[in-house]
């Protein structure tokens, strides 16, 4: 959407319009219209694409806020960017790279004041709009570049918070020196405005790389979304030199819960691999696996590693609030081709879902080697136990 196109799109008649077409399907309603000229049928169509992805994305904002596609993809979605509010202790937050604005509209509910900066015209005057429309008043539009900002202004804050854009040179980056602002190349600026940092990194952003590169790291946290990992934030204070705390927030959409687990890297209990496998087969959710801290799940929970290398779990009872997936063992086995086709063929499955940690095949190979379909109830993980290549055949147990 351009600047003019929006500027169409804000008017009361196109707002109509929309409105009355919000449900279509975008590209026939494209396809329909394209030749009406007297509203701006591509940005409606693009607001129709963004309202039906934020109606899941943003369910509490999807009828209130106009959209621009690219800012909306790139957003923080309504759950996670309320969890981060809910960290944060501070009267007055610097959002350098607005975007979208979802971010600080969350902190605006939390905070006396939020400097909102978006160099893009066209976000900012979206993000000007749609504050407007949420009656929201402690938000301050910038549209300027927050870098120039800091240099030539000495406010204070009481924390800046950045999601740098993982975009470069078309793709997708992870490490944070391709991503815009360079937090490494700016963090001696931010700190010089901030006693406290909170940097939005992508799912793939790995400890031990910010753990090298970020000096006053304090705290590494991963949060997911229904056992699928949406973030990684680090949370960096000024002269900070104790241990960094190691974080996992696992949200659960459905019932509302946000579990949270916590250690520092050389607090972690020790890993107890099994003797022999239990009842029951149990795989964290992936902000345990990704933080590192399976072993604080496992030790309060009273389970057992299959092995040191992956981080799968076995006991003798159910855990009723696992968080994770659990399973009921049926059986497990010794691994070759030939015996797990036996078994399937004695089991008579044709279909079954597939995982694999420490695994010399991968599922793709599996499938075609033994000729089995996806989905099902049935479910076989592939691993090592006591050093021999294992499969084991399980049913899920819903939480």
């Not at 971010?103 to 504050?131: C, G, M, P």
Request: charged share 30%; proline share 3%.
């Amino acid at each position: 959407m351009t600047l003019e196109e929006f500027e169409k799109l804000i008017a009361p008649d196109a707002q109509s319009f929309y409105e009355k077409h919000k449900n279509c399907n975008p590209s026939e309603f494209s396809l329909k219209y394209s030749k009406l000229a007297d509203v701006p049928i591509r940005a409606i169509a693009e607001q129709i694409y963004c309202y039906q992805k934020a109606k899941t994305k943003l369910p509490s904002f999807a009828d209130k806020l106009i959209f621009e596609k690219i800012a909306l993809e790139q957003s923080s979605s309504e759950i996670t960017a309320k969890y981060k509010s809910e960290l944060l202790k501070a009267d007055i937050i610097a959002d350098l790279t607005g975007g979208f604005g979802l971010d600080t509209i969350f902190f605006s509910q939390k905070a006396k004041s939020v400097y909102y900066f978006e160099k893009n015209i066209l976000l900012s005057n979206i993000t000007k709009l749609n504050i407007s429309n949420l009656n929201i008043i402690n938000i301050k539009i910038y549209s300027e570049d927050s870098i120039s900002w800091l240099m030539n202004n000495n406010v204070k804050f009481d924390l800046i918070y950045l999601d740098p854009a993982r975009r470069y040179k078309s793709k997708r980056a992870v490490d944070l020196d391709f991503c815009q602002p360079n937090v490494y190349e700016n963090i001696d600026l931010f700190l010089s405005r901030s006693d406290t940092l909170l940097i939005k990194a992508a799912p793939a952003y790995d400890f031990t790389e910010a753990k090298r590169k970020i000096k006053n790291l304090s705290e590494f946290i991963v949060v997911s979304v229904d056992n699928e990992c949406k973030e990684v934030l680090l949370k960096i204070e000024k002269n900070y030199s104790a241990e960094i705390k190691i974080k996992s927030a696992s949200i659960y959409s459905k019932v509302n819960l946000v579990s949270e687990f916590e250690s520092s890297e050389n607090t972690l209990p020790n890993k107890t691999v099994a003797k022999t496998i239990g009842n029951y087969f149990f795989e964290p959710d992936v902000a345990l696996i990704k933080s590192g801290l399976t072993a604080v799940l496992a030790d309060k929970m009273k389970l057992q590693y299959l092995n040191n290398e992956v981080d799968y779990l076995t006991g003798n009872s159910e855990i009723v609030n696992f968080i994770g997936r659990k399973f009921k063992i049926i059986c497990w086995e010794n691994f070759s081709l030939k015996i797990f086709r036996r078994y399937l063929k004695k089991c008579n499955l044709l279909k079954a879902n597939l995982s694999k940690r420490g695994f010399s095949l991968s599922v793709e190979e599996l499938r075609k080697k033994v000729n089995i379909k996806d989905g099902g109830k049935d479910y076989f993980f592939f691993t090592t136990f006591m050093e021999k290549p294992i499969f084991i055949h399980c049913n899920k147990i819903e939480s």
